[in-house]
Each structure stands twice: as structure tokens, then as C-alpha cells.
């Protein structure tokens, strides 16, 4: 599978970003479980949230629970990211990963993920 990502920018603390994790043609995102990771400068690799395949069962990170929701569109065979209420801290490089028939996402950057999309910078400011 091949993703892309997308939808990262810069805002103030409070707005609102959508990012966006989508497949090529030809592979259908629903058989795979999308997480997504970001990393801020000097700082390890951290998930934020996931949703399992098929039957779309979603985890968040303590950290963006109420702030975050992770939502699938068959239809356009994208997985999004709707990020609100953005703090300074939430500044990183996001990126998307695929996992096949995973129905228990999980939010752990160092495993076997069968795709990456590239990152999308989020800038929040004070």
C-alpha cells in the first residue's frame, strides 16, 4: 500500500487542523488499521491515535484525547485526523502508517508497519 498524507499548517493556539492519510488507487484502506505518529524536534517518535481495520475500533494518546478524532471515509478511501482545540506542544511532523487486517490498532512507532505515508508539518503558535 501506498499512502500519502497531508492537510499539516501553520495556526494559532485553539485552531483547528484536518489532516488527511490516503491510499493510492488500487488498495482499499479499509483492510488496514491507519495510526498516526508525530515527532517533535528532539523528541522520540510518539501515537497519537489509531482506528483499527474494518470494524474501525480507535485508541488516542492521553495526551489529545477530546481534542483529536480519527474518522475513516470508505467512500474516499482516506483516513482524517480532525485536530482541535491545538496547543503549541502538539508542533511536530505527523505521519500516517498502515497495518494490514489489524483490527486492534496500536500506538507504537517501532513495529512493522506495512506502510508510511511522509510527513506533514504541524505548527502551532503561542
Known amino acids: 500500500v501506498q499512502l500519502q498524507a497531508s492537510g499539516g499548517g501553520s495556526v494559532q493556539t485553539g485552531g483547528s487542523l484536518r489532516l488527511s492519510c490516503a491510499a493510492a488507487?488500487?488498495?482499499?484502506?479499509?483492510?488496514?488499521?491507519i495510526s498516526w505518529f508525530r515527532q517533535a524536534p528532539g523528541k522520540e517518535r510518539e501515537g497519537v491515535s489509531c482506528?483499527?481495520?474494518?470494524?474501525?475500533?480507535?485508541r488516542y494518546a492521553d495526551s489529545v484525547k477530546g481534542r483529536f478524532t480519527i474518522s475513516r471515509d470508505v467512500a474516499e478511501n482516506t483516513v482524517y485526523l480532525q485536530m482541535d482545540s491545538l496547543k503549541p506542544e502538539d508542533t511536530a511532523i505527523y505521519s500516517c502508517?498502515?497495518?494490514?487486517?489489524?483490527?486492534?490498532?496500536?500506538?507504537?512507532?517501532?513495529?512493522?508497519?506495512?506502510?508510511w505515508g511522509q510527513g506533514t508539518q504541524v505548527t502551532v503558535s503561542s
Open positions: 488507487s488500487g488498495f482499499n484502506l479499509e483492510d488496514y488499521a
Open positions: 502508517a498502515a497495518d494490514l487486517y489489524t483490527v486492534a490498532c496500536m500506538l507504537v512507532p517501532h513495529l512493522p508497519y506495512d506502510a
Open positions: 482506528i483499527g481495520s474494518r470494524d474501525d475500533r480507535t
